[in-house]
């Protein structure tokens, strides 16, 4: 079985910090994918990478940043964290070619004070 | 511009009661059609796909959906649902030849004893 693991379920941080949260996957895929899940709003797209140190900005990249130096990590950054960006993140990785179905990591609850 | 149009925010049904989840997309192009499941505190998870060949698309669970181009439209059903169905639904498109996966804000179906 597919397993993306985020490092962390649950983080708190405060407006100002630099955020890191962490995206491993332990198959081999090409793409990697992070999004944000708000109550109403769905799953949208902040960045996608697919390939080592090649990303792709998608919906709502503002005040984030990402970084892919190995194929199975995937970073998202916040530069400077604000209260807007308290929300659930998720991870989540495919292969490349055909329709592949996308494989999810559990997510991590992100508050910022 | 694609997108995808879930109406029902949340649907409540009784235990071995039928249910449908209504999902509407809009394209120009082809597309690929998904159903997510995520249950409390986790990940979302492939449920069923449509790529090609049989409009009607089955899960191992009992989850059916059907894939109607005139309506464009990707309903998914149940016959008779339990309590461990309780979860967020989603729906997904995917335009043919791009990496995007596009999502609906969701279905909260809840399974009342």
């Known amino acids: 079985d597919v397993k993306v693991t985020q490092s962390s379920r649950y983080l708190v941080k405060r407006t100002g910090e630099k955020v890191f949260l962490e995206c491993v996957q332990d198959m081999d895929h090409e793409n990697m994918f992070w999004y944000r899940q708000d109550p109403g709003l769905g799953l949208r797209l902040i960045y996608f990478s697919y390939d080592v140190k090649m990303k792709e900005k998608g919906d709502i990249p503002e005040g984030y940043s990402v970084s892919r130096e190995k194929k199975e990590r995937f970073s998202l950054i916040l530069e400077s964290a604000s209260t807007n960006q308290t929300s659930m993140y998720l991870c989540a990785s495919n292969l490349q070619g055909g329709v592949q179905p996308q494989h999810f990591g559990d997510g991590t609850r992100l508050s910022i004070l | 511009a694609q997108s995808v149009t879930q109406l029902d925010s949340q649907v409540p049904v009784f235990e071995e009661a039928p249910v449908e989840l209504r999902c509407n997309y809009s394209?120009?192009?082809?597309?690929?059609l998904f159903w997510y499941v995520q249950y409390p505190n986790q990940g979302l998870q492939l449920l069923l796909k449509y790529l090609s060949g049989s409009t009607l698309v089955e899960s191992i669970n009992g989850f059916e959906a059907e894939f109607n181009k005139s309506q464009t439209s990707f309903h998914l059903r149940k016959p008779s649902v339990h309590i461990s169905d309780t979860a967020e639904y989603f729906c997904?498109?995917?335009?043919?030849?791009?990496?995007?996966?596009?999502f609906g804000t969701g279905t909260r179906l809840k399974v009342l004893a």
């Open positions: 394209s120009s192009v082809s597309v690929y």
């Open positions: 997904a498109v995917t335009p043919s030849g791009t990496y995007k996966y596009i």
